[in-house]
């Protein structure tokens, strides 16, 4: 038997793990508005972490572009997947949230800021770069400047993980626009999945895997990146 993803099916033990892990990240956001908190609990059921978090190898330095409230780096730092982490997000609210959770955290310096860009930072480079669903927020004109961007903050051999919401089938990418206008009171900018490969290349990215997932009625598309070493 599989799991959704074409994996082993998860048994009752990894169940409970993840029943556990669920908790703490929980209880990391006890402090949150409500709204953030529902997030929280049921993101996962709609855009799961682990396809993203599997590619994270063991102490890695890692910058979540985009972070939110910082789910995706709490969740590495409890996982005890990395050693140091830095979030950033031009939502200032939202980094309010990320950082409250944070200081929940013990032994793992996570930090998130708020900035316009990863220039602004003078920190990289990194690891793992992160940019999950992220692009599609970005106005088309500014869409290759900001990729460049976040390859740039890239180590060399390091990695970058991109996801975003799929275009296909249609009906799942109007349940996303629909989603985004609502929630975000954004106009979702998609970016062709081929633009990113191209750009990929451009910038010294080796495409090492590429999937494609659905949950309830939406679809993701997971690219993980390798940036090549020319020392």
């Keep these: 038997m599989t799991s959704m993803l074409g994996g082993p099916a998860v048994d009752a033990h990894q169940n409970d793990d993840a029943q556990t892990q669920m908790q703490r990240i929980e209880a990391a956001y006890r402090e ?20 993203i978090l599997r590619h994270v190898p063991a102490n890695m330095r890692v910058l979540d572009v985009g972070c939110g409230i910082g789910l995706i780096l709490i969740t590495m730092a409890l996982e005890r997947r990395i050693t140091s982490g830095i979030g950033i997000d031009v939502n200032g609210k939202a980094i309010d949230v990320a950082r409250a959770a944070a200081k929940k955290l013990f032994g793992v310096d996570v930090r998130f800021l ?102 309830i009625a939406y679809a993701h598309e997971l690219l993980v990146f390798r940036r090549k070493d020319l020392s």
Aim: with cysteine; charged share 20%.
């Design 114 to 215: 708020q900035r316009q860009s990863i220039s602004e930072l003078g920190d990289s480079p990194f690891d793992v770069v992160t940019v999950i669903d992220v692009m599609h927020h970005v106005e088309p004109n500014a869409q290759h400047g900001f990729f460049f961007e976040c390859a740039n903050a890239v180590a060399p051999g390091g990695l970058l993980i991109y996801k975003d919401m799929g275009r296909r089938p249609l009906w799942m990418s109007l349940f996303n626009r629909l989603h985004d206008l609502i929630l975000a009171h954004d106009i979702i900018h998609y970016v062709p999945l081929s633009d990113i490969k191209s750009w990929a290349n451009q910038h010294d990215l080796i495409l090492i895997e590429e999937c494609a997932y659905r949950r």
């Design 32 to 51: 949150a508005p409500w709204l953030q908190r529902l997030m929280v609990t049921y993101r996962p059921t709609i855009c799961p972490t682990e396809p």
